[in-house]
């Protein structure tokens, strides 16, 4: 009978799962999720099922968050290898008999289901240079640093080739970070951002030939050059390809400071605003939050950051702080990417707002990244404990 009532509790089993979860980090999401499911409702709430499709994938990516938070940091490097082998052999079947649709080759159809493989190496990229640092700790050579921009560029070369130029840029991304937290030498850096500097400067100055009618870059696809010259000069072509950055423009500009209030924003319930539950839903929430609310949510994407940073800095291993803080510039990228674009200072590219724009596989992705800070930052709280 004794051991009847000394059987643990439910409670009782599932509390480790609890033990050493960031709070911190928990809120920031939390506060983002909020602020998403928020502007989703007043954006997509004659969409169809869009807000309770939002509300599901968050809720899936919750799921996908609390597993991956219960994986240790050392069975997290076992799965590098094998998933990046898998992520780059999925591109090059993508660019061998891959889906085509509106003339990109994204998506590959595995039998069960039709899925997007770049999205894959938005984790298994820091993962691999993770490990490959990892195992070189305390010896590494020039030479590491060339074998590990060979590992990223392969996927990048894949990916921009489908071509996606958005997935490719956040890869980049999170590969350059882990590259440069495993102590690139600045004398290597910056030559290359200066160079892009002044390539920028000379672009602006040479607009008008650059963009004349018939003009054709070389290197670039045809919307990409097309993207750029509009980025330039929307009016241009302002019911055509300028059409989203002058929208997304007036639409931050009509919010003021406190904006016009939830659910009155006439640029979005008049779909004036192209894609305004996905890729240009800050535009959205700028209209009917204004200014002060874009500063609180930006607030909240740079508590998020810094807490991400807190985290990697205190991890106990270079794989958990290359991993951690190459994660934390994923966040980074995505939320500056996507503002810059509908703010007209940078390109148009297909980047979600994290926790914010509607989308199922980023949602799942920016389960997998919170996953893998928690794990992170739970190995260190289990060990001080």
Known sequence: MSAVFDKPSVFQRAAPMFQGFDGLLAFAVFLLAGAGLLIMYSSGFDHGSRFLDHGRNMLIAGAIMFVVAQVPPQRLMAFAVPLYIAGVALLVAVAIFGITKKGATRWLNVGITVIQPSEILKIAMPLMLAWWFQKREGQLRPLDFIVAGLLLLVPVGLIMKQPDLGTSL????????????????????????????????????????????????????????????????????????????????????????????????????????????????????SEEFGLLGNLALIAAFIFLILRGLVIALEASTLFSRLLAGAVTMIFFTYAFVNMGMVSGILPVVGVPLPFISYGGTAMVTLGLAVGILMSISKAKRLVQS
């Open 170 to 285: 956040l890869v980049l991304a999170a590969g350059l970070a882990v590259i440069f937290f495993a102590g690139l030498s600045w004398k290597l850096i910056l030559p290359p951002v200066l160079l892009g500097l002044v390539g920028v400067l000379l672009l602006i100055w040479f607009e008008p030939e650059l963009c004349a009618k018939g003009v054709r870059w070389p290197v670039l696809h045809d919307y990409q050059q097309q993207r750029i010259c509009t980025l330039l000069d929307p009016t241009r072509d302002p019911l055509g390809k300028g059409f989203h950055i002058i929208q997304g423009m007036i639409a931050i500009g009509s919010g003021g400071l406190l904006g016009k209030g939830f659910m009155q924003g006439t640029q979005t319930h008049l779909e004036f605003i192209p894609e305004r539950t996905t890729d240009f839903i800050f535009a959205a929430y």
